[in-house]
T-cell receptor, first 113, second 114 residues
Framework: QKEVEQNSGPLSVPEGAIASLNCTYS??????FFWYRQYSGKSPELIMF????GDKEDGRFTAQLNKASQYVSLLIRDSQPSDSATYLC?????????????FGQGTILTVHP | GAGVSQTPSNKVTEKGKYVELRCDPI?????LYWYRQSLGQGPEFLIY????????DSGLPNDRFFAVRPEGSVSTLKIQRTERGDSAVYLC????????????FGPGTRLTVT
């Protein structure tokens, strides 16, 4: 079992729809959770981070965390073609006090006009 | 303000050669991380610096890889006797503190070993 799992996609949604990206992790002690966006040929760009169970909203983005289910998701409302990218989920391992991130393989999102 | 910078952006080298990759973190960031990303995969952790010291080098694949951060700012990743399997994008990230907070990535160095 991979430590951080994401559906590789591609996930295709029409412009204006809600895109839902999911991530599961195996380490019950994980404390910090991050979503990065990566355009082709570019480096990861931080979108959201969440530490506590529940929802965290920032503009069109909402991160959701459920530690009991070891599940974190990212919702993108009113999706735009410019949102087309690979979305990486990253978590910090339990038992550490620093950001040694473990990444999933990423989900490719395509937003079509 | 200025983000994380990495040089060179691309490096092509022959198998067996030595290479150095440089990372200049965001000013004031005390934590610095190196990751490696292969095509179609997420980044993989290599090493973590808090200040000048390597606090966790457990991700370095073998003893051909070494990294330094002598003054607590710029870091250099050094790879000896390069192999074709070392070809990847090497990413550097910095964080304001040594905790579990957010990390900001540089543009990366694409290393190709021929």
């Amino acid at each position: 079992q991979k430590e951080v799992e994401q559906n590789s996609g591609p996930l295709s949604v029409p412009e204006g729809a809600i895109a839902s990206l999911n991530c599961t992790y195996s380490d019950r002690g994980s404390q910090s959770f991050f979503w990065y966006r990566q355009y082709s040929g570019k480096s990861p760009e931080l979108i959201m981070f969440i530490y506590s169970n529940g929802d965290k909203e920032d503009g069109r983005f909402t991160a959701q965390l459920n530690k009991a289910s070891q599940y974190v998701s990212l919702l993108i409302r009113d999706s735009q073609p410019s949102d087309s990218a690979t979305y990486l989920c990253a978590v910090t391992p339990g038992g550490t006090s620093y950001g040694k991130l473990t990444f999933g393989q990423g989900t490719i999102l395509t937003v079509h006009p | 303000g200025a983000g994380v910078s990495q040089t060179p952006s691309n490096k092509v080298t022959e198998k067996g050669k030595y290479v150095e990759l440089r990372c200049d973190p965001i000013s004031g960031h005390t934590a610095l991380y190196w990751y490696r990303q292969s095509l179609g995969q997420g980044p993989e952790f290599l090493i973590y610096f808090q200040g000048t010291g390597a606090a966790d080098d457990s991700g370095l694949p073998n003893d051909r890889f070494f990294a330094v951060r002598p003054e607590g700012s710029v870091s250099t990743l050094k790879i000896q006797r390069t192999e074709r399997g070392d070809s990847a994008v090497y990413l550097c990230a910095s964080s304001p503190s040594g905790g579990l907070g957010e990390q900001y990535f540089g543009p990366g160095t694409r290393l190709t070993v021929t």
